[in-house]
């Protein structure tokens, strides 16, 4: 997918319906979250159209300023609040993009089917808002006052590449499970939700093609990845298969910072291990491994 | 420090089983019963292919709610009738499965939305977090009650179809899906053929709790912190939800298997109940292993457990990868 003429152009006027709408950021405290380590607060924000989305954000106690550290949405309708152990160590903030439980009044996203929504017209694709809701989450948590500037991480899929490329602040970037990335190759070498959504889309639509190829020139991360400046870590899977690193190698070149690749092992814990002690660090404070205490008494 | 974590294996539980458990569960499969499933299915054109068709399908549970999931059924001319069936239960903040590929293995499988998941949630939607401790000091109102009461009922929904083989019923899910794969074959132990559990969550809930911060046993830890004085009921209601404690129900084979590493289902907690099974079962465990519960090495070992005792004809082909 070549990446189209009026690109810039594009996502410049999703940037400017942005700054048209106050963030009306609106924080309430959650007592039934909050730690003796760490408040924890839900978040109400203004994005394009307007439409309000949610976020919960959890801020350590004591002196800050904190890493902050930012996890976009994964494709489903539940993201998990952040988690303990880093609410332990980041001002963490994790959003629920329109559609998605708890942002789902009025548009409600459906599985399968979110993937395709809007999808014959860039115009019109709900990546287009989506992504919008990614950058107005970025905005908030890069104006708080209790994260350090200087180290800020973003987590996630495509949704974490392209809000780190449309919104510099981040310091290091970690990404894994792309869909977007060269997703109209990709559906010819799975059956697997929710790439299949394409393919159950174009068989029913096949003169549709060329359409979708265009829509998804605007979100594939490979056309923002050159305005990425932080450090950014890839997960790769296995040689020859989708995610692995002949098929990063495209988007391993365009990154604009330093790239990093992890081989993913596939064994959970050592994968999370080594992923949560990167980020760790990265913004300068301790790993966490996924080793728990059983309480005595 | 914390404390030297014993082997998995022998860690045991403080579950304990109420005397009248199963009249608990008696009572409530029989007030479903008594309820018209009145089911329905429509066609999904979308998501069907020259080898599988796939529906919608809904149909009434406990309380009137109405319940909704996928049917994937292969084509006639691809595979002719009749057809094993296979529930595919879902996890705690996943979609439900539109199960496809299994259709395509020669499966009539159904995709479960128990209430609360997406399509199932206009009359009863606790959220996420959220459905771990709604009314958990009530056990006659706790979600689960209703939620494992909707997966069982699928079952009802599968026996109402032609094309399948009511012999060859099996149940299958991760995470919470290896939950309700538990409670499936509990509580429906006259039909289900056989169950392969994942990674099996709400086995020794008090247990999990101590055991780990992650979610959604984190919703346990929140819940316990700001009301400190309901831990005792809480812990009295969950008796009659702990998968542990349906573990002697199950009469039908059973595969289980944990990550040794899951800080999300302890795989103690998935032993406790491994452990308290009394029907044909097997375990694999995988060291170092997480909430994946080694699905990358395990997937062929599900797929050829449930085909052994289903006996789907197309078993050379494989399903997507079971997400808990």
Not at chain 1, 136 to 144: N, Q
Not at chain 1, 252 to 275: F, K, M, Q
Request: with cysteine; glycine share 8%.
């Amino acid at each position: 997918m070549e990446r189209p003429d009026d690109f810039s152009a594009y996502w410049a006027a999703v940037d400017d319906e942005l700054a048209a709408v106050p963030m009306a950021a609106e924080m309430e405290l959650l007592p039934l979250r909050t730690t003796p380590f760490a408040n924890f607060y839900a978040v109400k924000l203004t994005s394009i159209g307007p439409y309000r989305i949610f976020g919960y954000y959890a801020v350590p106690t004591g002196d800050g300023p904190f890493p902050g550290l930012m996890n976009t949405p994964r494709y489903g309708s539940v993201n998990n609040p952040p988690h303990y152990d880093d609410r332990e160590r980041y001002a963490v903030f994790t959003l629920m993009h329109r559609g998605q439980r708890l942002a789902d009044r009025p548009f409600a996203a459906e599985y399968p089917g979110l993937l395709t929504l809007g999808i014959d017209d860039p115009a019109t694709y709900i990546y287009r808002s989506i992504v919008a809701d990614c950058l107005r989450g970025a905005e908030f948590l890069l104006s708080r006052p209790e994260i350090d500037r200087g180290r800020v991480g973003i987590v996630g899929d495509d949704l974490a590449l392209l809000t780190a490329a449309r919104r510099p602040g981040f310091t290091n970037v970690m990404a894994s499970g792309l869909t977007w990335y060269r997703l109209m190759e990709a559906r010819q070498r799975t059956s697997a939700y929710p790439v299949e959504e394409i393919n159950d889309y174009l068989r029913i639509y096949p003169d549709h093609e060329a359409a979708l190829s265009r829509t998804l020139s605007y979100t594939d991360p490979l056309h923002h990845a050159p305005q990425v400046t932080g450090t950014t870590l890839l997960t790769v899977g296995d040689a020859g298969a989708l995610g692995g690193q002949e098929w990063l190698t495209p988007l391993t070149d365009a990154l604009g910072g330093t790239v990093e690749h992890y081989p993913l092992t596939h064994e959970g814990a050592t994968d999370h291990d080594w992923l949560d002690a990167w980020m760790a660090r990265q913004l300068g404070t301790e790993a966490k491994p996924r080793l728990w205490a059983i309480r005595e008494g | 420090m914390p404390a030297a974590r014993r082997p998995a294996e022998q860690y045991g539980t403080t579950a304990v089983r109420p005397p009248d458990f199963d009249a608990f569960w008696a009572n409530i499969m029989a007030e479903v019963a008594a309820i018209p499933l009145n089911p329905t299915m429509v066609h999904v054109p979308m998501r069907s292919t020259d080898e599988v068709d796939t529906f919608e399908i809904q149909y009434d549970s406990l309380g009137g709610v109405r319940v909704a999931g996928w049917y994937c059924v292969p084509k006639a001319s691809y595979l002719p009738p009749p057809y094993p069936a296979l529930l595919i239960v879902p996890g705690y903040i996943s979609e439900p499965t539109l199960p496809k590929s299994w259709a395509q293995m020669g499966y009539a499988a159904v995709g479960v939305a128990p209430r609360g998941k997406l399509r199932s949630h206009r009359q009863y939607n606790p959220g996420y977090p959220g459905l771990l401790t709604d009314n958990i000091t009530d056990r006659n109102t706790y979600s689960y009650r209703g939620f494992y009461t909707d997966a069982a009922r699928a079952v009802d929904f599968v026996l109402t179809r032609p094309e399948v083989d009511k012999s060859r019923i099996g149940v299958h899910g991760s995470s919470q899906g290896g939950a309700l794969t538990i409670t499936t074959a509990a509580l429906r132990s006259d039909v289900i053929a056989v169950g392969a559990a994942g990674a099996p969550y709400l086995c020794g809930y008090m247990d999990a709790a101590d055991l780990t911060h992650s979610w959604p046993y984190e919703e346990m830890n929140d819940y316990r912190r700001l009301y400190p004085d309901r831990a005792g009921a809480m812990r009295e209601t969950l008796d009659y939800f702990d998968g542990i404690n349906f573990a002697p129900m199950i009469r039908c084979p059973m595969l289980v298997y944990v990550g040794l590493a899951d800080d999300v289902c302890p795989p103690e907690t998935g032993y406790a109940f491994y452990n308290a099974l009394d029907c044909p079962k097997e375990m694999h465990a995988y060291p170092r292993c997480a909430h994946d519960s080694g699905i990358y090495w395990e997937m062929p070992k599900v797929e050829a457990y449930l085909a052994a005792y289903l006996k789907p004809a197309a078993y050379t082909r494989h399903a997507d990868p079971t997400q808990g």
